[in-house]
């Protein structure tokens, strides 16, 4: 059977031994450390199943370690050592990613029901994420040429990528900047402001990879030439701005044999680039 490991975590020794002891009693393997700083080492360099902390500690206190290792390791479940009349610090931990208290004194019967809980959380979480790895989704909207329409289409895939997990402020920032420029020029340069002519806009979701496919409905362009126009080699700028600034904030740019569609792609898991 896999040992689970508990990292404990508070400046005084006798709750840290005491915690220790009820730990070992319940056959899980106790980690210790005196305050944050140390409980952030130990959660960087070895696998930790669930954190105990107390909230009120010197060098680095409870608020700023759940903060942090959620950075580190968002599976982590996180339970805050607290007193009967702490009642704000707790419901400030509980807003930054702890999922349950322990009050002082505790017992092992207390102790015990909270970990179960916490482990039970860390395995459905860990499962979602691996199942998520495997799942796709796909958005699909059309709209015809209208200018007042753009707003809100861009707003809309903007939002469809926050809700499908896309939070990074920069990314989204990169990604809302590419909507922008792809949808006007779809509108402008290729259906030329015609209202009958339609936009076509395909969104696709996995777990590493966000594709954004714009289409119109106009006899599209010579995007050959323009590839070439993109090369580092370039002697001048390109003269197509917009998709000279999508193609550096995306990681794939291409197009089809007729060049009226445009796929982008953001590689989610990899280092972004940023237009400062």
Not at 79 to 89: A, D, I, M, P, R
Not at 123 to 129: C, G, I, R, V, Y
Not at 221 to 246: C, H, M, W
Request: with cysteine; glycine share 6%; net charge negative.
């Amino acid at each position: 059977m896999k040992q689970i490991h508990v990292l404990v975590v508070d400046d005084d020794k006798d709750v840290l031994g005491s915690l220790a002891e009820i730990l070992t009693e319940l056959k899980l393997n106790p980690i210790t450390a005196n305050n944050g700083i140390e409980a952030l080492e130990n959660i960087k360099m070895r696998r930790i199943d669930l954190i105990i902390t107390d909230l009120m500690m010197p060098k680095m206190d409870g608020f700023e370690l759940i903060q942090q290792a959620r950075k580190i390791n968002t599976n982590i479940p996180i339970v805050v050592l607290s007193g009967h009349g702490e009642v704000k610090n707790v419901v400030r931990a509980l807003s930054l990613g702890a999922y349950n208290f322990i009050t002082k004194p505790f017992t092992i019967k207390q102790i015990e029901e909270i970990i179960k809980r916490g482990l039970r959380l860390r395995e459905f979480s860990l499962a979602t994420h691996k199942l998520l790895e495997g799942v796709k989704n796909y958005t699909e909207m059309e709209f015809p040429s209208l200018p007042h329409l753009l707003p809100s289409a861009a707003l809309y895939i903007t939002r469809e990528c926050q809700w499908r997990g896309i939070e990074q402020e920069n990314v989204l920032s990169n990604i809302s900047i590419c909507i922008d420029e792809l949808l006007n020029n779809a509108l402008v340069h290729g259906n030329r402001m015609d209202e009958a002519k339609r936009i076509n806009v395909k969104m696709s979701f996995d777990n590493d990879i966000f594709t954004l496919i714009i289409q119109d409905e106009g006899n599209g362009f010579d995007y050959k030439a323009l590839i070439t126009d993109f090369s580092e080699n370039a002697q001048s700028l390109p003269t197509k701005r917009g998709l000279f600034i999508v193609n550096y904030l995306m990681d794939e740019l291409s197009f089809n044999e007729e060049g009226n569609r445009v796929t982008a792609v953001k590689h989610l898991t990899e280092t972004t680039k940023v237009l400062h």
